[in-house]
């Protein structure tokens, strides 16, 4: 049984030069999971951004705070639930007063179907509806700006396996801006997406290749660009190089995984991040 992750320190230093190394970034988990704290550093060891969360014993959020001290902001999000633990309210503060409030509204099997987001003066700022199928996915989704105007619109199809395979992304008008077509292969595996505009025209591809393993070892795009990624036996190395159209490499990154299957050490051309855990 893998370990569970209480916290994740983050050190960075310039390549080569060890002496530059500093405190990154701080994660901080609950047994479920869920990241409760993250603090951002900047090479002084000031905080730059932090965002705590709090939940109940039922480890649904309950309060939510972000600080970010590079862009002078703030907001604090406070959640209510019904007596079946699902979300039916959240409200945002922001620091200069203004305020909004998200609404959830609830089928007989308990799924979201309205989220109506209010303002400070409870005047509607924008709503959106969701639709589901026999199975729970969903089928659609609208979003509707203060008036009731349609603004966007989502719209899903899925195989018997419950695998998305199309969707189609709306404006405010009656054809899709754009159609997505994804792919598996054998094993489940998305190995192709195809993205076709309102004239289904297509506009861009991305295709993945699988080793023998069902590890994506490469991927491609209609610009021309790829990412190869590499393994050695044990995969606890791993190698991903990004080559621009014309072959040329844009970039090298390294991996290198501890006994317990996670990131311990990444390189770049330009930087090397390590990563020490604790755990529960």
Known sequence: MAKKIKQIKSYQSEINKPETEYL???????EKGMEI?????TED?????????????????IKEEIISNSDE???????KYDEN????????????????????????????????????EDEIEESSEIYYNEKGEILKRIEFDEYGKQKSKIENKFDDQGLLISKEEYSNSKKPDKIFHYHYNENGAL????TQNSR???VDWT???????NRPVEQANMAGTKLVIEYNDEESEITETYYLANGAVYNKTKYKKNSEGFVEYEETSEKITRYVYEYF
Request: contains cysteine; glycine residues 0%; proline residues 1%.
């Open 45 to 61: 060891n000031e905080i730059e951004y932090e965002h705590i969360l709090e939940c109940d014993s039922n480890f649904n959020p």
């Open 24 to 30: 990154a970034f701080v994660k901080e988990y609950n």
């Open 200 to 202: 289904n025209r297509l």
């Open 37 to 41: 704290r993250f603090v951002e550093f």
């Open 85 to 120: 633990n699902k979300l039916i309210e959240e409200k945002i503060q922001y620091q200069n007063a203004w305020e909004s409030i998200k609404k959830y509204e609830r089928d007989a099997e308990k799924r979201c179907v309205k989220v109506t987001t209010f303002d400070e």
């Open 207 to 213: 295709k993945i290749i699988f080793d023998d393993k």
């Open 191 to 194: 190995y192709a997406v195809e």
């Open 73 to 79: 902001y703030s907001e604090q999000k406070t959640y």
